[in-house]
């Protein structure tokens, strides 16, 4: 079968041909229908994460059918339309046991990371991480809960946001349309940060109060998705500031460059939160006396749980966050998807479907 294999720092992910698996004890066979391409894949790509497994398919967002169980597990659950929970914890340490699974030192798996994903025809993981999907959501909008809807429910959680609390999104891509509508839909208010006039009028759309670029393109008064005016925005903090009155209470920074960064932390108001959430190779550089006098937070979050997974499908299921969906692609086409990623030049999400 094809599969997307990351095979090392610094070189493109290559398309290759694999065995089919076979599903061990305890395990399910998966053949894939829609995999989501996260901005993960890039990092692995340009040689920013590298776990030191190489030669492991990508993919962290797979949704399919179960076609074959291993030893061990109930034959009914073939022909079930699954979505995969792509973290499988030792199950023994103190973070497993509050299931926290996303931060296990010594995972037994790590779908699309350390364990061969679902950019294929294929994948087998333990049953338990197959989550049955409910019916209504189509396997391509489904896929991005895997990793762009968990890991915004998940940082919702460590930031603590409350109703009517001012919540940055700084970055338009998968995590930060699922982040701008769940925040929306917990009666927060929403400024959406971004530089491409067609992602800031698809926040707008999901629930964003005011959408702001850093690059002179003030959209505040967007009406539906028309701009109605366009104007320079030469201090974000400023801007910001002044719109919540005094800084946000919340930023989800889901960018994580020198110019993001600094960005946030000048926006961040009395015990804000900034969570971290995206990376480039840049630092993030604050001194203490900020966070002191003003009582401020810097915290990070990483994938979910499988609690936040089963939330995320039931917010997708019941219409509460949607997936906008750029295009899906052939596995064959991962070199042109990768570059539009890269570039910035994707509104919503792309989904392969091999
Ligand atoms: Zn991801
Ligand atoms: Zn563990």
Request: with cysteine; aromatic share 4%; proline share 5%.
């Amino acid at each position: 079968m094809k599969a997307l294999r990351y095979l090392g720092p610094k070189q493109a992910l290559a398309l290759q041909e694999v065995p089919v698996p076979e599903p061990k004890a305890g395990e399910v066979r998966v053949k894939v229908a829609a995999s989501g391409l996260c901005h993960t894949e890039l990092h692995f790509q340009s040689g920013l994460l590298d776990i030191g497994v190489h030669g492991v398919t990508m993919g962290h967002e797979a949704v399919g059918h179960i076609d074959a169980v291993g030893p061990g597990v109930d034959g009914a659950r073939i022909g079930e339309r699954v979505i995969v929970y792509y973290y499988f914890g030792c199950g023994v340490c103190e973070a497993c046991r509050r299931g926290d699974e996303q931060i296990c030192a010594a995972p037994r798996a790590q779908f699309g990371f350390v364990s061969d994903g679902g950019d294929a025809e294929y994948l087998t993981c333990p049953a338990r991480n197959a989550v049955v999907l409910p019916a209504g959501i189509s396997d391509v909008e489904a896929a991005p809960i895997g990793c762009a809807v968990t890991t915004a429910v998940h940082a919702s959680k460590l930031a603590e946001a409350q109703p009517e609390e001012w919540v940055v999104v700084y970055g338009i891509g998968g995590v930060g349309l699922a982040l701008v509508q769940l925040a929306k839909s917990r009666g927060q208010r929403v400024i959406a940060i971004g530089r491409d006039p067609r992602k800031l009028a698809l926040a707008k759309e999901l629930g964003a109060e005011y959408t702001l670029s850093p690059i002179g393109i003030d959209v505040a008064t967007t009406v539906g998705s028309r701009v109605d005016s366009i104007a320079p925005v030469p201090d974000l903090p400023t801007r910001i500031k002044a719109l919540t009155g005094g800084g946000a209470d919340v930023i989800y920074e889901c960018v994580g460059s020198r110019e993001t960064m600094d960005t946030a932390l000048a926006s961040l108001g009395k015990r804000g939160r900034l969570v971290m959430i995206g990376y480039s190779e840049a630092s993030l550089t604050v001194h203490p006396i900020q966070l002191i006098v003003h009582e401020q937070k810097v915290l990070g979050s990483v994938g979910a749980t499988l609690q936040d997974l089963h939330e995320a499908i039931d917010l997708v299921a019941r219409g509460v966050v949607r997936n906008p969906i750029a295009r899906t692609v052939k596995l064959e086409a991962h070199e042109e998807a990768l570059a539009a990623l890269a570039a910035g030049d994707v509104v919503g999400k792309i989904v392969f479907v091999p």
